[in-house]
């Protein structure tokens, strides 16, 4: 049964609803957490919130979801990059895959918090020693995912392709993309994950600036309240970025799935 | 004829238990005696009179079509229904009766339901055990109201009532999910779509154990935030659960429209009662009713209706006149709920009155319109 694009917008619109009732019993539970062990530990919700819009309203919040945005999506575009020239190479030629996958290895085992440290002495306390930390974290990961990718593309259906003359910019996007994007996108997801919390960590440590720098101060003066508002603001950013974002490709990305015979709409609509 | 099957005498009693259970409130706020006492006496009637008159007239025809038993019929339902009778009787002589001789009026009939329930939990498949432990929980909800009043147990009688309205609700998201496959493909069947849907369990699970989580929060700690959360993240689930009925015209027929609003009132009362809780200036007392009048009696009409039509051996559709009671009680919800926050003032007319004598004329009606077909037997001539 094929539905209409505006019944299934409407169907994942209205699937927040379950997720607000996951989050919700969450908050409750935080709630609980704070009458039993009290501000100090735990603060309230009530007071989370109220202590974030306080905090957006002095003007703190927005230049530091952006600050931190930035410095997230521009390392991560780098590593996109460098992760998905240098996957597609190893994926393509034996040799290249010998001589990266070592080093793709090896980078991958270097904890997160090593690299900050290393970045902070090379660039000092930037944007730029952020954005590098999360290039070298997160382009083994793409890197990872594209070579596989590249390495699996299905030889018998090239050949079909050409044999029937199709044209190269339709043998890009209807052969090779649709292969692709089943290897890369989860590769590519996990990397944006792991940019938000590597940043935060960053901007933590080297005091540039962000959401990070917000949780430092809060941390320098044991202001619980201040820093579950800061979390709170990562929290909204990575719940934004992975419904309004990551999700709906993915389900793009699955329509095969959904159009199998015999699933109801019901059975796959919302989260 | 009524007495062969148990929804015919319990729906035929149940319209005049709804409007006695109302009946003395415009007195009371038009001279301007209200709350108090009052305000127990009616909730006690709504929940252990009225709704409890429909979850017996549900009970006793759904379990033996489910698990086939043997239907509660002839002398044993005319003891039931004397039980029930009963209680109503007690509590309409409450004051003239001693307090111990109206509980044990009262305390008869959920006990003796409970137990034509039983029997049906030791067949093989489609055990009622989800309603049999809220039966037993609503019997001990009853049993703590009674000894309230006679001061043995100290516990605020409105705290059980509420409890014992969550009660409901998670009977009613435990009805629906046996009711809603059935009503939405026949829904499906009338506006000319093939019938195959399939409704995964995850969503009637989370919106009935959210509301057992709001039922104990409720009766634990009534103020504590914790409860609003609770309270929120019900209505959500509730919300949530909306998305098994979005099938485009089906939706528009009426055994699925009416649980549709049902679960629209049930989102409006559980979302306002966490919000006044947690702080916001909503009155609890008006988003109680939109629990109570709006979510609960939508279903109880809605399932009246449904049950009246098809075991009396008639095909869907439902005859147009099925609108006509949600939709006054629809009304009367919507001014029990609204007047308390637009017009505090116009309480008495507006806010108890007019909803009582809305109220009233749906049950009335529904009572002038569908009676005929319980006092009559099956068009198709089968047993039942």
Redesign the interface.
Same mark, same amino acid.
């Given at each position: 049964?094929s539905r209409s694009r505006a019944?299934r917008i409407?169907?994942y619109v209205?699937?927040g609803?379950?997720a607000?009732?996951?989050l919700?019993?969450l908050?409750?539970l935080w709630?609980?957490g704070h009458?039993a062990y009290g501000t100090l530990v735990l603060p =309230? +919700?009530?007071d989370t919130f109220a202590a974030l819009w306080t905090m957006s309203e002095a003007g703190k919040v927005l230049p530091a979801v952006l600050e931190t945005s930035r410095n997230a999506l521009g390392g991560f575009l780098a590593a996109t990059l460098a992760g998905g020239v240098l996957g597609a190479a190893a994926g393509a030629s034996d040799m290249m895959r010998r001589l990266l996958q070592p080093i793709a290895t090896l980078l991958l085992g270097i904890p997160a918090i090593a690299w900050v440290v290393l970045s902070l002495l090379w660039f000092g306390g930037t944007g730029l020693a952020v954005m590098f930390t999360v290039l070298i974290t997160t382009a083994p990961i793409v890197f990872a995912g594209t070579a596989q990718g590249v390495r699996t593309l299905d030889g018998s259906l090239r050949r079909m392709a050409l044999a029937f003359r199709v044209p190269a910019p339709v043998l890009l996007w209807d052969v090779y993309l649709p292969h692709m994007l089943s290897y890369l996108f989860p590769a590519l997801a996990a990397g944006l994950a792991l940019s938000w919390k590597v940043t935060v960590m960053a901007e933590l440590l080297s005091g540039a600036g962000g959401i990070g720098d917000g949780l430092a101060s809060a941390r320098v003066q044991v202001d619980t309240v201040k820093a579950m508002a800061w979390v709170l603001a990562v929290v909204g950013l990575l719940l934004a970025v992975e419904y309004l974002l990551l999700e709906p490709v993915r389900r793009h990305l699955q329509v095969w799935r959904r159009e199998m015979p015999?699933?109801? =709409?019901?059975?796959t609509?919302?989260f | 004829m009524v007495w062969v099957y148990g929804f015919r005498v319990f729906f035929l009693i149940l319209p005049l238990a709804a409007m006695g259970a109302v009946a003395p409130l415009p007195l009371l706020w038009l001279g301007g005696a209200g709350g108090g006492a009052m305000g127990a006496w009616h909730g006690h009637e709504q929940v252990f009179g009225f709704l409890a008159a429909a979850l017996a007239g549900f009970l006793l025809t759904a379990l033996p079509s489910w698990t086939g038993c043997r239907p509660v019929t002839g002398g044993a339902l005319k003891a039931m229904a004397a039980l029930w009778l009963a209680g109503r009787i007690g509590f309409w002589l409450d004051g003239v009766l001693p307090p111990w001789l109206v509980a044990l009026l009262d305390l008869g009939f959920l006990p003796a339901l409970l137990a034509t329930a039983l029997p049906a939990l030791g067949r093989k498949e489609r055990r009622p055990w989800e309603f049999c432990l809220v039966l037993a929980a609503l019997i001990a909800g009853n049993a703590a109201f009674h000894l309230e009043r006679l001061g043995v147990v100290a516990v605020a009688a409105d705290r059980i009532l509420f409890a014992a309205i969550d009660l409901f609700l998670v009977l009613v998201a435990v009805a629906a999910g046996r009711i809603l496959p059935v009503t939405i493909r026949s829904a499906l069947v009338e506006v000319g779509q +093939?019938p195959?849907?399939?409704? +995964?369990p995850g969503?009637r699970h989370?919106a009935a154990a959210?509301l057992c989580?709001m039922a104990v929060a409720e009766l634990a700690a009534p103020h504590? +935030?914790?409860t609003g959360?609770?309270a929120? =993240? =019900?209505a959500?689930?509730q919300?949530?659960r909306?998305?098994?009925m979005?099938?485009?015209a089906a939706l528009r027929r009426p055994q699925v429209m009416l649980f549709y609003m049902a679960h629209l009132w049930m989102v409006v009362g559980l979302g306002g009662l966490g919000l006044a809780i947690?702080?916001l200036p909503l009155d609890p007392l008006a988003m109680r009713h939109a629990l109570g009048l709006g979510a609960a009696a939508t279903t109880v009409l809605a399932v009246m209706s449904i049950v009246a039509l098809r075991h009396t051996g008639r095909p869907f559709p439902l005859p147009r006149a099925v609108w006509v009671a949600p939709a006054l009680v629809g009304l009367a919800a919507a001014l029990r709920v609204g007047v308390p926050h637009l017009d505090p003032e116009a309480m008495g007319v507006w806010g108890v009155t007019v909803p009582a004598l809305l109220w009233s004329a749906a049950f009335g009606f529904w009572l002038w319109r569908f009676a005929p077909w319980l006092t009559a037997p099956r068009v198709d001539g089968q047993p039942g």
């Open positions: 049964m019944a409407l169907d209205w699937g609803w379950g607000g009732a996951s919700l019993l908050t409750a709630e609980a009458g =309230a +919700p009530r015999g699933t109801g =709409a019901a059975g609509g919302g | +093939p195959d849907i399939r409704l +995964p969503r989370l959210t989580l504590s +935030p914790v959360w609770l929120l =993240a =019900a959500c689930a919300a949530d909306m998305t098994e979005h099938h485009g947690l702080g």
